[in-house]
Protein backbone atom coordinates (compact mmCIF):
# COMPACT_ATOMS: atom_id res chain seq x y z
CA UNK A 1 0.00 0.00 0.00
CA UNK A 2 1.21 3.42 -0.88
CA UNK A 3 2.23 5.60 1.54
CA UNK A 4 -0.74 7.86 1.13
CA UNK A 5 -3.31 5.58 1.64
CA UNK A 6 -1.92 4.21 4.54
CA UNK A 7 -2.24 7.69 6.14
CA UNK A 8 -5.69 8.34 4.02
CA UNK A 9 -6.98 4.84 5.70
CA UNK A 10 -5.54 6.23 9.64
CA UNK A 11 -7.04 9.54 9.30
CA UNK A 12 -10.39 7.88 7.91
CA UNK A 13 -10.36 5.50 10.76
CA UNK A 14 -10.08 8.22 13.10
CA UNK A 15 -12.51 10.80 11.62
CA UNK A 16 -15.35 8.50 10.86
CA UNK A 17 -15.66 6.22 13.87
CA UNK A 18 -18.93 4.50 14.77
CA UNK A 19 -19.74 6.88 17.27
CA UNK A 20 -19.22 10.65 16.61
CA UNK A 21 -19.89 14.06 18.28
CA UNK A 22 -20.85 17.08 16.23
CA UNK A 23 -21.49 20.24 18.39
CA UNK A 24 -22.93 18.24 21.76
CA UNK A 25 -24.57 15.35 20.56
CA UNK A 26 -23.56 12.04 19.90
CA UNK A 27 -24.71 9.73 16.39
CA UNK A 28 -24.19 6.31 15.42
CA UNK A 29 -23.74 4.68 12.00
CA UNK A 30 -26.42 3.81 10.73
CA UNK A 31 -26.52 3.68 6.55
CA UNK A 32 -23.70 2.35 5.28
CA UNK A 33 -21.82 4.04 2.14
CA UNK A 34 -22.81 0.38 0.16
CA UNK A 35 -25.98 0.81 0.97
CA UNK A 36 -26.42 4.67 0.11
CA UNK A 37 -24.35 3.81 -3.47
CA UNK A 38 -26.83 0.74 -3.86
CA UNK A 39 -30.00 2.76 -3.07
CA UNK A 40 -28.95 5.85 -5.51
CA UNK A 41 -28.36 3.32 -8.26
CA UNK A 42 -31.51 1.95 -8.13
CA UNK A 43 -33.27 5.33 -7.56
CA UNK A 44 -31.57 7.01 -10.81
CA UNK A 45 -31.71 3.63 -12.72
CA UNK A 46 -35.87 3.98 -12.11
CA UNK A 47 -36.08 7.48 -13.67
CA UNK A 48 -33.56 6.88 -16.50
CA UNK A 49 -36.30 4.13 -17.41
CA UNK A 50 -39.11 6.33 -17.18
CA UNK A 51 -37.66 9.71 -18.63
CA UNK A 52 -35.19 7.98 -21.52
CA UNK A 53 -36.10 10.51 -24.29
CA UNK A 54 -37.35 12.92 -22.00
CA UNK A 55 -33.75 15.22 -21.78
CA UNK A 56 -35.21 16.52 -18.17
CA UNK A 57 -34.40 19.19 -15.69
CA UNK A 58 -33.17 17.71 -12.34
CA UNK A 59 -33.13 20.18 -9.87
CA UNK A 60 -31.47 19.99 -6.47
CA UNK A 61 -32.77 21.19 -3.30
CA UNK A 62 -29.59 22.83 -1.62
CA UNK A 63 -27.72 22.21 0.70
CA UNK A 64 -28.18 18.66 1.67
CA UNK A 65 -29.15 16.97 -1.75
CA UNK A 66 -25.21 18.17 -2.73
CA UNK A 67 -24.03 14.69 -2.26
CA UNK A 68 -26.82 12.93 -3.38
CA UNK A 69 -27.27 14.80 -7.02
CA UNK A 70 -23.57 14.23 -7.64
CA UNK A 71 -23.62 10.69 -6.73
CA UNK A 72 -26.98 10.61 -9.01
CA UNK A 73 -25.25 12.19 -11.86
CA UNK A 74 -22.92 10.14 -12.48
CA UNK A 75 -25.26 6.91 -12.85
CA UNK A 76 -28.26 8.44 -14.93
CA UNK A 77 -26.99 7.45 -18.75
CA UNK A 78 -29.05 9.58 -20.24
CA UNK A 79 -29.02 13.51 -21.94
CA UNK A 80 -30.01 15.84 -19.07
CA UNK A 81 -29.78 19.22 -17.40
CA UNK A 82 -29.27 20.23 -13.78
CA UNK A 83 -30.17 23.23 -12.12
CA UNK A 84 -29.59 23.67 -8.04
CA UNK A 85 -31.99 25.73 -6.10
CA UNK A 86 -32.34 26.98 -2.33
CA UNK A 87 -35.75 27.47 -0.47
CA UNK A 88 -35.01 30.77 1.49
CA UNK A 89 -37.67 32.06 3.72
CA UNK A 90 -38.16 35.96 4.07
CA UNK A 91 -40.36 37.55 6.22
CA UNK A 92 -43.45 38.94 4.16
CA UNK A 93 -45.48 42.22 5.33
CA UNK A 94 -48.66 39.82 5.82
CA UNK A 95 -49.47 38.29 8.74
CA UNK A 96 -49.15 35.09 7.49
CA UNK A 97 -45.60 34.37 9.02
CA UNK A 98 -42.62 32.77 6.93
CA UNK A 99 -43.01 32.80 2.62
CA UNK A 100 -40.90 30.78 1.21
CA UNK A 101 -39.24 31.92 -1.89
CA UNK A 102 -36.70 29.95 -4.39
CA UNK A 103 -33.48 31.48 -5.47
CA UNK A 104 -31.32 29.83 -8.26
CA UNK A 105 -33.09 28.39 -10.56
CA UNK A 106 -32.12 29.94 -13.91
CA UNK A 107 -33.52 27.83 -16.94
CA UNK A 108 -37.15 28.31 -18.59
CA UNK A 109 -38.43 25.69 -16.93
CA UNK A 110 -41.59 26.21 -19.34
CA UNK A 111 -42.80 22.82 -21.50
CA UNK A 112 -40.15 20.83 -19.66
CA UNK A 113 -40.01 17.74 -17.54
CA UNK A 114 -38.71 18.51 -14.33
CA UNK A 115 -37.78 16.28 -11.50
CA UNK A 116 -37.02 17.64 -7.63
CA UNK A 117 -34.24 15.87 -6.10
CA UNK A 118 -34.54 16.26 -2.64
CA UNK A 119 -31.98 14.62 -0.12
CA UNK A 120 -35.32 13.69 2.24
CA UNK A 121 -38.67 14.20 2.89
CA UNK A 122 -40.23 14.13 6.20
CA UNK A 123 -43.03 16.36 7.37
CA UNK A 124 -43.58 17.40 3.62
CA UNK A 125 -43.72 20.85 4.75
CA UNK A 126 -40.78 21.75 2.16
CA UNK A 127 -41.89 19.61 -0.16
CA UNK A 128 -45.34 21.48 -0.35
CA UNK A 129 -43.68 24.74 -0.64
CA UNK A 130 -42.04 23.00 -3.87
CA UNK A 131 -45.37 21.99 -5.20
CA UNK A 132 -46.74 25.43 -5.08
CA UNK A 133 -43.73 27.10 -6.39
CA UNK A 134 -43.53 24.57 -9.72
CA UNK A 135 -47.19 24.85 -9.98
CA UNK A 136 -47.28 28.27 -11.19
CA UNK A 137 -44.94 27.62 -13.83
CA UNK A 138 -46.29 25.57 -16.79
CA UNK A 139 -44.19 22.26 -16.86
CA UNK A 140 -44.75 19.78 -19.17
CA UNK A 141 -44.12 17.04 -15.79
CA UNK A 142 -43.23 17.53 -12.79
CA UNK A 143 -41.88 15.12 -10.55
CA UNK A 144 -40.47 14.41 -6.72
CA UNK A 145 -37.51 12.18 -6.05
CA UNK A 146 -36.33 11.68 -2.90
CA UNK A 147 -33.32 9.50 -1.49
CA UNK A 148 -34.84 9.20 2.05
CA UNK A 149 -38.40 9.09 3.34
CA UNK A 150 -39.83 9.31 6.49
CA UNK A 151 -43.47 8.10 6.42
CA UNK A 152 -43.90 7.54 9.98
CA UNK A 153 -43.57 11.70 10.05
CA UNK A 154 -44.76 12.34 6.55
CA UNK A 155 -47.79 14.97 7.29
CA UNK A 156 -48.92 15.65 3.39
CA UNK A 157 -50.66 14.31 0.49
CA UNK A 158 -48.28 15.33 -1.82
CA UNK A 159 -47.23 11.76 -4.14
CA UNK A 160 -43.46 10.92 -4.33
CA UNK A 161 -42.67 9.46 -7.19
CA UNK A 162 -39.48 7.98 -6.41
CA UNK A 163 -38.41 6.97 -3.17
CA UNK A 164 -34.77 5.46 -2.46
CA UNK A 165 -35.05 4.20 1.01
CA UNK A 166 -38.03 4.69 3.85
CA UNK A 167 -36.33 5.14 7.28
CA UNK A 168 -37.26 5.30 10.68
CA UNK A 169 -38.25 8.85 12.15
CA UNK A 170 -35.10 9.58 13.59
CA UNK A 171 -32.88 12.14 13.45
CA UNK A 172 -29.93 11.60 11.21
CA UNK A 173 -26.23 12.99 9.90
CA UNK A 174 -24.64 12.67 6.77
CA UNK A 175 -24.21 12.61 3.33
CA UNK A 176 -25.56 15.82 2.61
CA UNK A 177 -27.28 16.09 5.57
CA UNK A 178 -26.22 18.14 8.70
CA UNK A 179 -27.17 19.01 12.06
CA UNK A 180 -26.62 22.94 12.83
CA UNK A 181 -24.17 22.80 9.45
CA UNK A 182 -22.19 19.52 10.89
CA UNK A 183 -21.87 16.56 9.49
CA UNK A 184 -22.37 17.23 5.66
CA UNK A 185 -19.26 15.66 4.51
CA UNK A 186 -19.95 12.11 6.21
CA UNK A 187 -20.15 9.61 3.36
CA UNK A 188 -22.29 7.56 5.63
CA UNK A 189 -25.45 8.09 7.48
CA UNK A 190 -25.36 8.56 10.97
CA UNK A 191 -28.49 8.52 13.96
CA UNK A 192 -28.78 10.24 17.38
CA UNK A 193 -27.16 7.58 19.25
CA UNK A 194 -29.05 7.76 22.79
CA UNK A 195 -32.60 6.95 21.55
CA UNK A 196 -32.29 3.55 22.26
CA UNK A 197 -30.03 3.70 25.73
CA UNK A 198 -31.35 1.63 28.79
CA UNK A 199 -29.59 4.10 31.76
CA UNK A 200 -30.77 2.47 34.54
CA UNK A 201 -30.04 3.88 38.52
CA UNK A 202 -29.58 0.95 40.90
CA UNK A 203 -30.76 2.64 44.53
CA UNK A 204 -30.64 0.84 47.60
CA UNK A 205 -29.27 1.05 51.35
CA UNK A 206 -25.77 0.33 51.61
CA UNK A 207 -25.00 -3.80 51.32
CA UNK A 208 -28.69 -3.92 49.22
CA UNK A 209 -26.31 -5.97 46.49
CA UNK A 210 -26.33 -3.04 44.27
CA UNK A 211 -22.64 -3.87 42.83
CA UNK A 212 -23.11 -7.82 43.17
CA UNK A 213 -26.62 -7.61 40.58
CA UNK A 214 -25.10 -4.93 38.32
CA UNK A 215 -21.95 -7.12 37.38
CA UNK A 216 -25.05 -9.48 36.32
CA UNK A 217 -27.05 -6.95 34.50
CA UNK A 218 -24.19 -4.86 32.93
CA UNK A 219 -23.72 -8.60 31.16
CA UNK A 220 -26.83 -9.71 30.30
CA UNK A 221 -27.67 -5.93 28.47
CA UNK A 222 -24.84 -4.83 27.49
CA UNK A 223 -24.14 -1.52 29.78
CA UNK A 224 -21.78 -0.18 31.22
CA UNK A 225 -21.52 -0.21 35.07
CA UNK A 226 -20.52 3.06 36.95
CA UNK A 227 -20.06 2.62 40.72
CA UNK A 228 -19.24 5.79 42.01
CA UNK A 229 -17.71 4.02 45.40
CA UNK A 230 -15.43 2.29 42.97
CA UNK A 231 -14.36 4.73 41.16
CA UNK A 232 -13.44 6.44 44.93
CA UNK A 233 -11.65 3.33 45.52
CA UNK A 234 -9.42 3.05 42.55
CA UNK A 235 -8.88 6.81 43.14
CA UNK A 236 -7.76 6.25 46.99
CA UNK A 237 -5.60 3.07 45.54
CA UNK A 238 -3.93 4.95 43.22
CA UNK A 239 -3.55 8.31 45.25
CA UNK A 240 -4.51 10.40 43.11
CA UNK A 241 -5.34 13.63 44.53
CA UNK A 242 -9.73 12.65 44.21
CA UNK A 243 -8.81 9.88 46.21
CA UNK A 244 -6.65 11.44 49.28
CA UNK A 245 -9.96 13.78 49.38
CA UNK A 246 -12.40 10.92 49.29
CA UNK A 247 -11.03 9.03 51.87
CA UNK A 248 -11.79 11.49 54.76
CA UNK A 249 -15.79 11.14 54.38
CA UNK A 250 -15.76 7.31 53.17
CA UNK A 251 -13.64 6.39 56.06
CA UNK A 252 -16.44 7.75 58.12
CA UNK A 253 -19.29 6.61 56.41
CA UNK A 254 -20.22 10.08 55.51
CA UNK A 255 -20.96 11.62 51.66
CA UNK A 256 -18.45 12.67 49.28
CA UNK A 257 -19.62 16.36 48.84
CA UNK A 258 -21.65 16.61 45.85
CA UNK A 259 -19.24 18.33 43.53
CA UNK A 260 -16.48 16.21 43.60
CA UNK A 261 -18.66 13.45 43.44
CA UNK A 262 -20.46 14.76 39.74
CA UNK A 263 -17.40 15.72 38.17
CA UNK A 264 -16.26 12.41 38.81
CA UNK A 265 -19.67 10.87 37.58
CA UNK A 266 -19.56 12.99 34.49
CA UNK A 267 -16.32 12.33 33.45
CA UNK A 268 -16.53 7.98 33.61
CA UNK A 269 -19.74 8.97 31.86
CA UNK A 270 -17.88 10.66 28.80
CA UNK A 271 -14.85 8.09 28.82
CA UNK A 272 -17.54 5.60 27.36
CA UNK A 273 -19.71 7.78 24.39
CA UNK A 274 -20.21 4.62 22.77
CA UNK A 275 -21.88 3.12 25.17
CA UNK A 276 -25.41 1.39 24.47
CA UNK A 277 -26.29 2.53 28.38
CA UNK A 278 -25.46 2.96 31.68
CA UNK A 279 -25.72 1.31 35.32
CA UNK A 280 -25.72 4.34 37.94
CA UNK A 281 -24.47 2.31 41.22
CA UNK A 282 -24.31 4.58 44.45
CA UNK A 283 -25.20 7.42 42.44
CA UNK A 284 -27.35 9.72 42.43
CA UNK A 285 -27.07 9.86 46.51
CA UNK A 286 -28.49 13.14 46.95
CA UNK A 287 -31.44 15.36 45.24
CA UNK A 288 -28.47 17.69 44.61
CA UNK A 289 -26.62 14.62 42.53
CA UNK A 290 -30.29 13.74 41.03
CA UNK A 291 -30.81 17.27 39.77
CA UNK A 292 -27.07 17.17 37.86
CA UNK A 293 -27.62 13.76 36.56
CA UNK A 294 -30.99 14.92 34.72
CA UNK A 295 -29.34 17.89 33.40
CA UNK A 296 -26.37 16.14 32.33
CA UNK A 297 -27.94 13.61 30.27
CA UNK A 298 -30.37 15.89 28.43
CA UNK A 299 -27.61 18.20 27.71
CA UNK A 300 -26.85 14.49 25.64
CA UNK A 301 -29.96 13.60 24.48
CA UNK A 302 -29.71 10.63 27.30
CA UNK A 303 -32.17 9.60 30.03
CA UNK A 304 -32.56 8.04 32.86
CA UNK A 305 -34.97 4.81 31.92
CA UNK A 306 -36.11 3.64 35.41
CA UNK A 307 -34.36 3.64 38.89
CA UNK A 308 -34.63 0.24 40.83
CA UNK A 309 -34.82 -0.12 44.41
CA UNK A 310 -33.35 -2.83 46.41
CA UNK A 311 -35.11 -3.33 49.72
CA UNK A 312 -33.80 -4.82 52.63
CA UNK A 313 -34.35 -4.66 55.87
CA UNK A 314 -31.26 -2.72 57.94
CA UNK A 315 -30.69 -5.17 60.79
CA UNK A 316 -30.10 -7.91 57.56
CA UNK A 317 -27.72 -5.32 56.27
CA UNK A 318 -25.77 -4.60 58.78
CA UNK A 319 -25.25 -8.08 59.25
CA UNK A 320 -24.17 -8.72 55.54
CA UNK A 321 -21.61 -5.70 55.49
CA UNK A 322 -20.49 -6.80 58.50
CA UNK A 323 -19.42 -10.54 57.10
CA UNK A 324 -18.20 -8.23 53.59
CA UNK A 325 -15.61 -6.27 56.21
CA UNK A 326 -13.94 -9.29 57.40
CA UNK A 327 -13.52 -10.22 54.35
CA UNK A 328 -12.92 -6.87 52.11
CA UNK A 329 -11.43 -5.31 55.17
CA UNK A 330 -13.22 -2.37 54.13
CA UNK A 331 -12.73 0.35 57.34
CA UNK A 332 -16.23 1.29 56.44
CA UNK A 333 -17.71 -2.09 56.61
CA UNK A 334 -16.26 -2.60 59.92
CA UNK A 335 -17.43 -0.59 62.22
CA UNK A 336 -21.31 -1.02 63.34
CA UNK A 337 -21.41 2.90 64.24
CA UNK A 338 -20.17 3.80 60.94
CA UNK A 339 -22.69 1.23 58.98
CA UNK A 340 -25.22 3.20 60.97
CA UNK A 341 -24.29 6.63 59.97
CA UNK A 342 -23.89 5.22 55.90
CA UNK A 343 -27.65 4.10 56.85
CA UNK A 344 -28.26 7.52 58.18
CA UNK A 345 -26.60 9.57 55.36
CA UNK A 346 -29.02 7.15 53.29
CA UNK A 347 -32.27 7.84 55.39
CA UNK A 348 -31.62 12.04 55.55
CA UNK A 349 -30.03 12.74 52.04
CA UNK A 350 -30.79 9.45 49.50
CA UNK A 351 -34.28 8.17 50.87
CA UNK A 352 -35.90 11.69 49.00
CA UNK A 353 -34.55 10.40 45.70
CA UNK A 354 -37.57 8.10 45.85
CA UNK A 355 -40.15 10.93 45.68
CA UNK A 356 -38.03 12.87 42.92
CA UNK A 357 -38.29 9.85 40.81
CA UNK A 358 -41.97 8.69 41.87
CA UNK A 359 -42.48 11.71 40.03
CA UNK A 360 -41.23 10.98 36.63
CA UNK A 361 -42.62 7.82 36.73
CA UNK A 362 -39.42 6.42 36.70
CA UNK A 363 -39.12 4.39 40.30
CA UNK A 364 -39.35 0.60 41.17
CA UNK A 365 -39.37 -1.32 44.26
CA UNK A 366 -37.70 -4.84 44.08
CA UNK A 367 -37.46 -7.71 46.98
CA UNK A 368 -33.95 -7.61 47.74
CA UNK A 369 -33.68 -10.88 50.03
CA UNK A 370 -33.25 -14.26 48.24
CA UNK A 371 -30.75 -15.64 46.10
CA UNK A 372 -28.47 -14.21 43.46
CA UNK A 373 -30.16 -15.24 40.93
CA UNK A 374 -33.58 -14.69 42.23
CA UNK A 375 -33.33 -10.87 42.49
CA UNK A 376 -31.38 -11.02 39.17
CA UNK A 377 -34.48 -12.65 37.58
CA UNK A 378 -36.83 -9.75 39.99
CA UNK A 379 -34.50 -6.96 38.56
CA UNK A 380 -34.48 -8.53 34.74
CA UNK A 381 -38.38 -7.97 34.89
CA UNK A 382 -38.29 -4.49 35.30
CA UNK A 383 -36.19 -4.12 32.57
CA UNK A 384 -37.33 -5.98 30.50
CA UNK A 385 -41.23 -4.46 30.70
CA UNK A 386 -39.42 -0.57 29.93
P1 LIG B 1 -20.90 2.30 49.00
O1 LIG B 1 -19.89 1.22 48.86
O2 LIG B 1 -21.75 2.48 47.78
O3 LIG B 1 -21.71 2.20 50.25
O4 LIG B 1 -20.07 3.68 49.12
C1 LIG B 1 -19.03 3.84 50.03
C2 LIG B 1 -18.76 5.30 50.25
O5 LIG B 1 -18.36 5.95 49.03
C3 LIG B 1 -19.93 6.13 50.74
O6 LIG B 1 -20.15 5.98 52.13
C4 LIG B 1 -19.47 7.53 50.38
O7 LIG B 1 -18.49 8.02 51.26
C5 LIG B 1 -18.79 7.31 49.05
N1 LIG B 1 -19.75 7.50 47.94
C6 LIG B 1 -20.12 6.57 47.00
N2 LIG B 1 -21.02 7.08 46.15
C7 LIG B 1 -21.24 8.35 46.54
C8 LIG B 1 -22.07 9.40 46.07
N3 LIG B 1 -22.88 9.23 45.00
N4 LIG B 1 -22.02 10.59 46.69
C9 LIG B 1 -21.23 10.78 47.76
N5 LIG B 1 -20.45 9.83 48.27
C10 LIG B 1 -20.43 8.63 47.67
Known amino acids: MSLFLVKKQHIYQKAFKNVIKLHDKYFKKFISEA ?29 GVFMFFSDFMKIYPYQCEMSFVKLSSYHGTSSSGDIKELIGL ?35 DFKIGTLFFKPE ?3 KQYKIDYIGMEIPNEFIVGYGLDYDELGRNLPEVYQLHNHNMI ?30 ADVFRY ?46 DGF ?53 EKIRNRFDEYNQKTAPLIDFYKKQNKFYSVDGIGTIEEITVRLSTVIDDL
Open 35 to 63: QIQETVAKIALEMAEDLEDENPIFVGILS
Open 199 to 228: NLILFGKPGAGKGTQANFLKEKYNLVHIST
Open 284 to 336: PRTTAQAEALDNFLAIKDMGISATIALEADEDILTERLLERGKVSGRADDQDE
Open 153 to 155: AYQ
Open 235 to 280: NIKNGTELGILAKSFMDKGDLVPDEVTINMLQAEVEKNPEANGFIF
Open 106 to 140: SQDIEGRTVVVLEDIIDTGNTLEEIYKIFKAKKVK
